[in-house]
């Protein structure tokens, strides 16, 4: 088994094969942006959500953050696989079960279960914002909407773009769950090349690809953070001279 | 300027501002003293509505401030120094001094820019425009915040403890800035420990205690023969 691992003959056929993987990675390439999107902006809403004063906005949230976080992505796909289409029959009134399509569910799979984490992420950041900042814009007259827009979301985004970016990290990674709903990502059309061909090859060069896509991600994580913790320096003398 | 009338406060069961009247005249600098938990900041931070009052009316220049009007009335007619100092850490303290002018007072760029340069030349900190506040000693941040606070240009400066968060070889050169502001025709209300620029500089002392005001005068007043057993108290601590 190990040895086939350095057979020349089987890798070239795993590269001939390079289009399955490629369908695979392109398919995974869509659920992580789709996802991403719907992930931050549920992660906007529902991060909002729990720093408003209204009661019942917060149990809302928290509700949400807690039931996403605390159960396994796993679970929950195959719930979006095998519970959601009965559900959608019936609340649809349709003659058969109503499936989602792969990239739809797909995206619920880790749109829902990391915008839950986003929306840690924002409340956290929201809440690091001192009551000092929104006082001191009140004091000058600023509103609250303005006091957001220059005062606290710039300092809010400092902090939170390092978590943001290892949430889109988790997020491809965790894409490869579909593979157990056949959900025609990478690590599934991976796996069925490896079923298939019994041929390992599969596996690493799968692995190859999930790399390209989070190591930059990974690096750009770790350039936030340590930008975060810097303080910042002088501005240089721009073109605006003052006598 | 500032007319207090029958105010109250409670922070749920704590009633921390009793029934307070007061009045402020325009120009007047008010000192404002007690022991911490007196209810002197809460006071302070009625009269521009930071804190909503649970009863009673603030008028300033004769208008009622309310809920609605309040960042109109603070906008127009107050500016406020806290003993956080409160910079904004996103910018530069030469944005610090601009923002409120340019979004707010609809300045250009240049004219809060020149007239941001003017107040920090005045606070002595004219070098370090283009530095983040978080680069910046305590009272250096707090002389930006008073000249933060001249850049809105608003008749009454507000200060919350200003001096009470430094370091104490940072007092003075704060204090100084102070003392300089109050030969302007400036209405200046502080809450402070500070009673050596209370005699300086104040026109009234008022002392509150479990929040109400218990007996006012001029600082000579204070400091020689003062009339209520509490006020005694107080000043036979802190004047060491």
Redesign the interface.
Known sequence: MVEGLFNPDRWEKAFESMDTFGEGMLMTLKVMIVGLIVALVLGVIFGVLSTTKIKALQVISRIYVEFFQNTPLVVQVFFYYNGLPIILKTLLGASRPVRLSKLLLGVCGVGLYHGAYIAEVIRTGLEAV?K??Y??A??????SL?AMR??VL??TL?IIMPPLANQALNLVKNTSVLALVAGGDLMYHADNYVSNSGHLQGYIICCVLYFIICFPLATLARKLEENAKK???????KK?E?A | MIKIVDLNKYFGDLHVLKNINLEVKEGEKLVIIGPSGSGKSTLIRCINHLEEPTAGEVYIADTLVTKKNKLEMAKKYSSMVFQQFNLYPNMTVLENLTLAPIKLQHMSKEAAKEQAMIYLKRVGLENKADQYPQNLSGGQQQRVAIARALCTKQPIILFDEPTSALDPEMVQEVLDVMIELSKENITMICVTHEMGFARQVADRVIFMDDGQIVEEGTPEHFFDNPENDRTKLFFSKILR
């Open positions: 001192p000092g900042q006082e001191a009140h004091s000058q007259g600023f509103t303005q220059y005062i710039p300092q400092k303080t910042p320096q002088p501005k240089k003398k605006m003052v």
